[in-house]
């Protein structure tokens, strides 16, 4: 039989590509897990890592081991739910990744819910965007994800996890001035307008200048970051144009003037995402449930 602890080093590799990144997430030395995946391959019989360049990569066997692996482990995150779901005080800890602004306007409210629904559940919140909390997920940094998925950009949903939808965010074209809810009837204009934008390789940048293209014109874009809340400061003070989310007021009246999207580009869906084998977990439905509570009770601009 197998070791399973080695197994589970081999799984890390797969995930987090490095023997160095394997070992600094399980505080071992680089040696020790080096030393653990050989005696993984002389148990199995066959080679499981190939040198590539400095690196190395797992065999056509390996991957077919962490396949079995990852059965075997959501199979015991199912056992620890069941032992959890027996009894009748919910403890332990639940870790938690948001980007911005979900950490800022949904998860308060649904921590302040967990601490007063049950009080020995001890719950870590991580800021990270998406892109990089989904493979933390898999990788089992984290035990439940929000994540966000802009219009004609979803992220590829991974069969590894369950995402459950949690609101439809609604997008709107951010310029200085009041608000005035009026419809958007030339993008076009904004041809020679700096714009805000989250930065290269982010969906929220993929979708915002997608949509400009689609109007006729490459936005001028002179500002770049993750903030949000930076977004709306340079609106405010007149240097940009902007794409925003409703989240962003979390039901304070907005400072800036708020234009509709064209028809199918004008909401972002927020999703949580959790491991299958850990969906049903006692700690993992409590957070979904107050979360869905916020969610529901949210105001919207």
């Not at 039989?1 to 799984?11: G, V």
């Not at 987090?16 to 070992?23: H, S």
């Not at 059965?71 to 199912?78: F, K, Q, S, Y």
């Not at 069969?159 to 949690?166: A, G, N, P």
Request: hydrophobic share 40%; charged share 25%.
């Amino acid at each position: 039989m197998f070791d399973l602890h080695r197994l589970r080093l081999l799984r890390e590799l797969k995930h987090r590509g490095t023997l160095a990144a394997v070992a600094a997430a399980l505080s071992y030395a680089p040696s020790s897990i080096s030393q653990q995946l050989s005696q993984l391959e002389a148990e199995v019989g066959v080679p499981l890592l190939e040198p590539v360049g400095r690196r190395v990569r797992l065999t056509e066997q390996a991957e077919i081991l962490v396949a079995h692996t990852e059965a075997v482990l959501e199979r015991l995150e199912r056992a620890e739910a069941d032992i959890a779901a027996s009894l009748t005080e919910l403890t332990g800890t639940l870790r938690i990744a948001a980007f911005q602004t979900a950490a800022l306007t949904l998860v308060p409210t649904a921590l302040g819910q967990l601490r007063d629904q049950h009080p020995h559940l001890r719950v870590h919140l991580t800021h990270m965007e998406p892109e990089r909390a989904l493979p933390a997920l898999q990788a089992r940094d984290f035990d439940l994800v929000l994540a966000e998925e802009y219009p004609g950009n979803p992220h590829p949903r991974s069969t590894d996890l369950d995402q459950e939808d949690l609101l439809d965010d609604p997008l709107h074209l951010a310029l200085p001035g009041p608000d005035t809810g009026g419809p958007l009837t030339d993008l076009r204009s904004l041809a020679d307008h700096p714009w805000v934008m989250e930065p290269e390789g982010t969906p929220a940048r993929h979708w915002a200048v997608a949509l400009c293209r689609d109007a006729g014109f490459e936005p001028d874009i002179r500002y770049e970051t993750t903030d949000l809340l930076l977004h709306l400061r340079l609106v405010e003070q007149k240097h940009a144009a902007a794409f925003l989310p409703g989240l962003v007021w979390a039901g304070q009246t907005p400072t800036v003037t708020l234009l509709n999207l064209p028809r199918g580009r004008r909401s972002r869906r927020i999703t949580t995402a959790v491991r299958h084998g850990r969906s049903q977990h006692p700690a993992i439905l409590a957070c979904r449930n107050a979360l869905q509570r916020v969610a529901t009770a949210k105001p919207m601009p």
